[in-house]
């Protein structure tokens, strides 16, 4: 069974504090995916990386950097937190290839105050 | 206009019922599809991929309508566990990957 494993499932934070979110996989895949969901917007993807030490930008990088030293592991950085980044944080991890489904993780609940 | 359009319901259907959801998709050059399925304050998960010439997994059928891209799931039968939210998704390359992009999320309710 593929595993998704993330360092929270739920973090509260103060505006301006820098936040480490992580997420490791188990199955070795090459791609590895950052999503925030929020009612009416649906998954919006942040960063995604298809090898190690490399990264994309998705759909809102703003306010966010990814890290990516090994394989099995995608951190999400928030340089200095703010109020309009509390979301549900998401992260997933495939094979290389379109037709391969991406596998999630349980979640991290980010409150920022 | 958004890439991948679904109405968000909810659809409110009785044990036994078939129900029907629509999605449609902007980007022609998209290479995958795929219905997802993500229930109440869990991750989502694929219920199945969506191929041209139409897939069907037990009670769900799934149809893919390149020329229009429109893609649709049909629940036969429905379950009370059938209560989610069903997403539809579309894959494209992107970088040096696959990147999916979701649609917000067609929720279902059933109801005994």
């Known amino acids: 069974d593929v595993k998704v494993t993330q360092s929270s499932r739920y973090l509260v934070k103060r505006t301006g504090e820098k936040v480490f979110l992580e997420c490791v996989q188990d199955m070795d895949h090459e791609n590895m995916f950052w999503y925030r969901q929020d009612p009416g917007l649906g998954l919006r993807l942040i960063y995604f990386?298809?090898?190690?030490?490399?990264?994309e930008k998705g759909d809102i990088p703003e306010g966010y950097s990814v890290s990516r030293e090994k394989k099995e592991r995608f951190s999400l950085i928030l340089e200095s937190a703010s109020t309009n980044q509390t979301s549900m944080y998401l992260c997933?991890?495939?094979?290389?290839?379109?037709?391969?489904?991406?596998?999630f993780g349980p979640g991290t609940r980010l409150t920022v105050t | 206009r958004k890439e991948v359009e679904q109405d968000p319901g909810p659809f409110n259907v009785p044990e036994g019922a078939t129900v029907a959801f629509n999605c449609t998709y902007s980007?022609?050059?998209?290479?995958?599809f795929f219905w997802y399925r993500q229930d109440c304050r869990k991750e989502p998960k694929l219920l199945m991929s969506?191929?041209?010439s139409g897939n069907e997994d037990g009670r769900f059928t799934a149809q893919l309508n390149r020329a229009s891209q429109y893609i649709s799931l049909l629940i036969r039968d429905s379950k009370l566990s059938d209560s989610a939210t069903y997403l539809c998704v579309v894959s494209s390359l992107g970088g040096g990957g696959n990147k999916l992009t979701f649609g917000t999320g067609t929720q279902l309710k059933v109801e005994l």
């Open positions: 990386s298809y090898d190690v030490k490399m990264k």
């Open positions: 997933a991890s495939s094979l290389t290839g379109a037709i391969h489904e991406q596998y």
């Open positions: 980007n022609s050059a998209s290479q995958s």
């Open positions: 969506v191929y041209s």
